[in-house]
């Protein structure tokens, strides 16, 4: 069975750090694009950050370039979102997602995402 599995999310105060991962299994990420979505309450889900499969290149939604770091272990098949100096308006639900694809530039939009995860709760709050 194919599945993408967040975690790392909690509550933490503002200016505080996470690391979400997410985690493969029935398939390998070699070959995958992987992509970070989040949702807020009562907003639609927005693209947050995505790597290439070669990890050669990484894209950032402006609300989190500086703070946020995408990153990928193929040897564990995990990725990684590092995010550092939280602020309330990161409170939402994450979601990792994966794409079958070996090219060189990765996207944000959704229909192009073959597979997803649950998703992960950050609640950031004093």
């Known amino acids: 069975q194919l599945q993408l599995v967040e975690s790392g999310g909690g509550l933490v105060q503002p200016g505080g750090s996470l690391r979400l991962s997410c985690a493969a299994s029935g398939f390998t990420l070699d070959y995958y694009g992987i992509g970070w979505f989040r949702q807020a309450p009562g907003k639609e889900r927005e693209g947050v950050s995505c790597i290439s499969s070669s990890g050669g290149s990484t894209n950032y939604v402006d609300s989190v370039k500086g703070r946020f770091t995408i990153s990928r272990d193929d040897a564990k098949n995990t990725v990684y979102l590092q995010m550092n100096s939280l602020k309330p308006e990161d409170t939402a639900v994450y979601y990792c997602?994966?794409?079958?694809?070996?090219?060189?530039?990765?996207?944000?939009?959704?229909?192009?995402?073959?597979?997803w995860g649950q998703g992960t709760q950050v609640t950031v709050s004093s």
């Open positions: 997602a994966a794409r079958a694809t070996v090219q060189p530039r990765c996207v944000f939009r959704e229909t192009r995402y073959d597979y």
